[in-house]
């Protein structure tokens, strides 16, 4: 069998294919070299633009300018603290200890958490670490505790922290302060935490709704209690002959105190609400009456109007305090370096006023020098180890934020 030569048609098709086949592979090699870089730009360029826009910018009334980074959501968080490793506990009201990462990506449940009286106001509060934590371990949590017929308190304990990243727990719990008595009602347990800088711990107990037992020395609601770490009453507590609860007092008549923190000489400022505005706050001295509900800036919500301060000068005046209300809610004493023309100064979050507000603290005195909008209500507000502003937004949904300067 001969072969047959090509015709002229398949000779050209076959021409046709041979240049194809010799001209593409130059061609791919072109376009594919060229499309890789510009994905590799488009991605550059994305990821830059997401560093540059993902921080919202929030503008101050005193012209300061906050940057505002999203890192997590929570349900219902209520206070938060660092860990010296950067990871963060985080609390729930509901009663979930979080363990979170520095990056807000994980969020591990920490065990041992006893089981809290959840509803109104009531739930897990907060969280610190002890001064010692590093050698120690443990951790101080407060919240809302059942008792009989359908009574409730707050107490505070602390549990060793054992950091197993897969499975973090609190070990050896135990309750070393409860507020006494407890009553019905789900409101103002206040139950905020912070350590001296002489390693004494500070407990606000609100007066649970109830006014009186703010002026009562057999009750220790409505007071600002002072404790050795195990719970033992300091010797050196400021009312030695009021009675036996009375020793663990270090200043009475106050309402509802959401905010706890020392300055750097060692003095104690906290925040509490007031009843229809006049939320307060105050340098809290050791001995002194705050006056509630004898006297406040604001008024009863029926509208009853109650005493004025000024009308009582035996009781100690807030620092600062506001009409209309900013429901306070967090506290600190800024002490970093990254707002460092804010050292010395009081940030506190707003809860019905959904803002940050900067008080600039002079001495003994104090005055509102700036307001942040934030557009939620704020829980927490926590300093970092490296000087940024944390805070958390309150409800289902609440934002963990970090916050630094413009620069």
Do not use: C
């Not at 606000?204 to 209690?225: C, F, H, M, Y």
């Not at 939320?279 to 050791?286: A, C, I, R, Y």
């Not at 019905?352 to 003994?364: H, N, T």
Request: charged fraction near 25%.
């Amino acid at each position: 069998m001969t072969d047959r030569p090509p015709s002229p048609l398949s000779s050209s098709v076959a021409a046709f294919r041979l240049n194809r086949l010799e001209k593409t592979p130059t061609i791919s090699k072109y376009t594919y070299f060229h499309i890789l870089l510009l994905l590799l730009l488009l991605i550059t360029l994305s990821l830059s633009y997401v560093r540059t826009t993902s921080a919202e910018e929030i503008l101050g009334s005193g012209g300061s300018v906050l940057l505002s980074e999203k890192y997590a959501e929570f349900n219902e968080p209520w206070a938060m603290t660092f860990l010296p490793d950067g990871h963060m506990l985080i609390t729930e009201k509901s009663g979930t200890l979080l363990l979170v990462s520095a990056d807000g990506t994980s969020k591990k449940p920490v065990k041992g958490i006893p089981k809290v009286a959840y509803g109104g106001q009531g739930g897990l509060g907060d969280v610190i670490l002890h001064p010692d934590f590093i050698s120690n371990k443990l951790v101080y949590f407060s919240y809302a505790e059942k008792g009989r017929v359908g009574k409730k308190g707050g107490v505070v304990a602390r549990g060793k922290f054992n950091s197993n990243r897969d499975n973090p727990q609190l070990d050896d719990v135990e309750i070393i302060w409860r507020q006494q008595p407890k009553v019905k009602g789900s409101g103002h347990y206040s139950h905020r935490l912070a350590f001296s800088p002489d390693g004494k711990l500070f407990i606000t107990s609100g007066e649970r709704q109830k006014q009186k037992p703010a002026q009562d020395w057999s009750q220790n609601l409505g007071k600002v209690i002072r404790l050795n770490p195990d719970g033992s009453v300091p010797g050196d507590n400021p009312f030695q002959d009021k009675g036996k609860l009375a020793k663990t007092f270090w200043s009475l008549g106050h309402r509802n105190l959401l905010g706890i923190a020392f300055d750097k000489e060692g003095r104690l400022w906290t925040h509490e609400m007031g009843p229809r505005h006049g939320d307060e706050l105050n340098l809290t001295v050791g001995g002194d009456n705050y006056g509630w509900p004898i006297v406040s800036w604001g008024n009863h919500y029926s509208g009853l109007s109650i005493p004025d301060h000024d009308t009582r000068p035996e009781f100690h005046a807030p620092e600062v305090y506001w009409v209309p209300t900013i429901a306070p809610s967090g506290l600190i004493i800024y002490s970093g370096t990254m707002f460092t023309e804010w050292q010395g100064n009081a940030i506190i979050g707003g809860l019905a006023s959904k803002s940050l507000i900067r008080v600039k603290i002079s001495g003994d005195t104090a005055q509102e020098v700036e307001r942040f909008a934030m557009g939620k209500r704020i829980r927490e507000v926590e300093q970092g180890p490296d000087g940024a502003i944390w805070v958390l937004e309150d409800k289902e949904g609440g934002r963990l934020l970090r916050l630094t300067p413009k620069k």
